[in-house]
């Protein structure tokens, strides 16, 4: 028999909510378990059910508790719960919030039913999903799989590396290490090359992977 997982939906617009639900419904495996309108109900209605959802679709910007802390609350307390971000924007220092509160992916909310589909089908399945925002290099990098040594980071480096999982802009990353722009510029670019990555997502990505950003 095949498996069908449950996903619950958390979004403080209804009509989003159930729109979305009816879309998710008529997916193959899967099927809405409940609808929360912000984090904290959705905290407390999985705290207090025996039954736990597969995927929780998390919203961002929601009164109460907002999706970056109910994410990571959920982490910390129900490790097996994958949850994947929603929002109206795909802007980087939103994606990096969400990755480092333990999301496994992060959508758009225009996004299409096709794409959906296949983000829920690869989370449920291979454990994450990331758009046309994190390039195929990324995602080969965070799987789950025996990768080959970790390259060797000058002291500089590691240290932007981590600063660079923050919310600061590059500019105050140069300000914090008392370098120039030009030269943050140089150690990102140096990074990207040595990681294999495109984008500040994917020196995220690469630090909370291999313990370098503590989440």
Do not use: W
Request: with cysteine; net charge negative.
């Amino acid at each position: 028999m095949e498996k069908i997982y449950t996903v619950v939906i958390v979004d403080d617009h209804l009509l989003f909510s159930k729109a979305l639900g009816e879309l998710v419904g008529k997916f193959d495996s899967f099927e809405v378990q409940y609808y929360c309108k912000n984090g904290k109900e959705c905290v407390d209605r999985i705290e207090s059910s025996p039954s736990h959802p597969d995927i929780v679709l998390m919203d961002i910007n929601m009164p109460v508790m907002n999706g970056v802390d109910a994410t990571e609350y959920l982490a910390a307390h129900f490790p097996h719960i994958k949850v994947v971000a929603l929002s109206m924007n795909d802007d980087e220092s939103h994606i990096i919030e969400m990755l480092r509160a333990g999301a496994k992916g992060y959508l758009v909310k225009d996004i299409s039913p096709v794409e959906l589909q296949r983000a829920l089908t690869e989370v449920a399945t291979r454990g994450f999903y990331y758009s046309e925002n994190v390039t195929s290099s990324l995602v080969s990098s965070i799987q789950d799989h025996t990768e080959p040594g970790r390259p060797a980071f000058k002291e500089n480096e590691l240290i932007f590396l981590r600063l660079a999982c923050s919310q600061k802009t590059y500019k105050e990353i140069a300000a914090e290490m008392f370098l120039s722009p030009k030269t943050i510029d140089g150690y990102r670019e140096a990074l990207f090359k040595k990681l294999g990555v495109r984008s500040r997502v994917g020196l995220v990505l690469y630090a909370i992977k291999h313990g370098i950003c503590k989440l």
